[in-house]
């Protein structure tokens, strides 16, 4: 059986849309492919910053001292916990604002502007910000202790930096993620939760019955996008903790920018960077795959 030949119209819609991505395409391919290739090739050399002398051929040998490098390890344990504690986080407390905000509430215009408001200052204002509030003596202490509830010294205590990084992590992504889960909503259409109020479901019932089920594709982008932005957070590492107390926020990021500017070690630096973006990869492929299971399973 001959496979049929698209027709003139769709060959055309195809060029026009191909026409119409090229610029986009292009940016990708010369500001984020080629710079990961070259990264991914340097990773094979071993040089030192600003030296006359040539980059050496070293193959593995970067990976191999790498791997046998502790303070690696624990950035990818602490990296990954920071993930799983902050993305599910993010998506919920955002799925919560969009759908509130989709309701009938009162003054929604300035309720969507204030929970916007954190993603559009800039994220070093409010890194410095959160350093002032979060101070051992500042103002979330001083509340916490009027409230005969435990204090911490977040940015200087072990468990309190990862903490005081996730909440500020949530707090500067939450509104902007919220945009896209509000626009999704807002596409559901009206006549599935006529019929399900018809059906006798309240408010709860629909928004698991037919807003979570509708607006998956969604979900799935804003974790996987969620995830890529938390596994290379740098600002507020460099600005507040320097990767400690004692490591704890030493993330993968921050580790790979002191091994290549303070530690000199560019080879090492990239070889960590190539490790980066395979762990992303391997964790979006995974959200992908328990995601698509649990649609099957519905």
Do not use: H
Request: hydrophobic share 55%; aromatic share 12%.
């Amino acid at each position: 059986m001959r496979r049929q030949r698209p027709s003139r119209a769709a060959r055309q819609e195809a060029r026009t849309a191909l026409l119409l991505l090229s610029p986009a395409l292009l940016l990708l391919l010369l500001l984020r492919i080629i710079p990961a290739g070259l990264a991914i090739g340097q990773s094979f050399y071993t040089s030192v910053p600003g030296s006359v002398i040539p980059p050496r051929w070293v193959g593995w040998q970067n990976y191999l001292d790498l791997f046998d490098d502790p303070s690696f390890w624990a950035s990818v344990a602490q990296t990954l916990l920071f993930a799983v504690l902050v993305n599910p986080l993010t998506m919920l407390c955002a799925l919560f604002l969009a759908w509130l905000l989709t309701r009938n509430v009162a003054l929604t215009g300035l309720w969507r502007t204030l929970a916007f408001l954190p993603t559009a200052l800039p994220l070093m204002g409010t890194t410095v910000v959160f350093g002032v509030l979060l101070r051992p003596e500042g103002v979330v202490n001083s509340l916490l202790s009027r409230a005969y509830l435990p204090t911490s010294g977040w940015f200087t205590d072990v468990s309190g930096a990862m903490a005081a990084l996730v909440i500020l992590s949530t707090w500067t992504a939450v509104g902007y993620w919220m945009i896209f889960l509000i626009a999704a909503i807002r596409d559901v259409p009206r006549d599935y939760y006529d019929a399900a109020m018809l059906d006798g479901a309240g408010e709860l019932q629909q928004f698991f019955s037919v807003t979570l089920p509708l607006i998956q594709r969604q979900l799935l982008f804003v974790l996987t996008a969620s995830t890529v932005w938390n596994f290379i957070l740098y600002a507020p590492i460099g600005a507040l903790t320097k990767g400690g107390p004692q490591g704890s926020t030493n993330f993968l990021m921050y580790d790979i920018i002191t091994r290549y500017y303070a530690l000199s070690s560019p080879g090492s630096a990239l070889a960590e960077m190539s490790v980066l973006f395979i762990l992303m990869g391997a964790t979006v492929w995974l959200q992908f795959r328990l995601l698509n299971r649990m649609r099957r399973a519905e």
